[in-house]
């Protein structure tokens, strides 16, 4: 499946810009903002497990199992220890919101 991809994405600077300019703020205040949202996202899916942003979807923290795999060079087995991996779930109205509706 091909992605579409017409213009470079912004960039954190634009998106404060422009939440400077909508909200009045300095650009300044508007990039504070943002990363005050980012190290609370972090801090608390560190320490709770998940961090939400309305609209947008989920930061979760997974544990992962230990399992055997492949290795692809040789075809030998080998052992993959156990991790904690970060996911990111989209939020139903964000995907309902970008995605065309599934014709029935």
Known sequence: MAQVKTEKAMTKSQIAAHFAEKFSISRRQAVEL???????????TKKKGEF???????????????????NPATGEAIKIPAKTVIKFRVAK????????????
């Open 93 to 104: 109205a964000a995907k309902d919101s970008i995605l065309p509706a599934k014709k029935k």
């Open 34 to 44: 943002f990363d005050e949202i980012a190290n609370l996202a972090y801090a608390e």
């Open 52 to 70: 939400t942003v309305p609209g947008i979807g989920k930061l979760v923290k997974q544990a992962r199992n230990a399992r055997m795999g492949r």
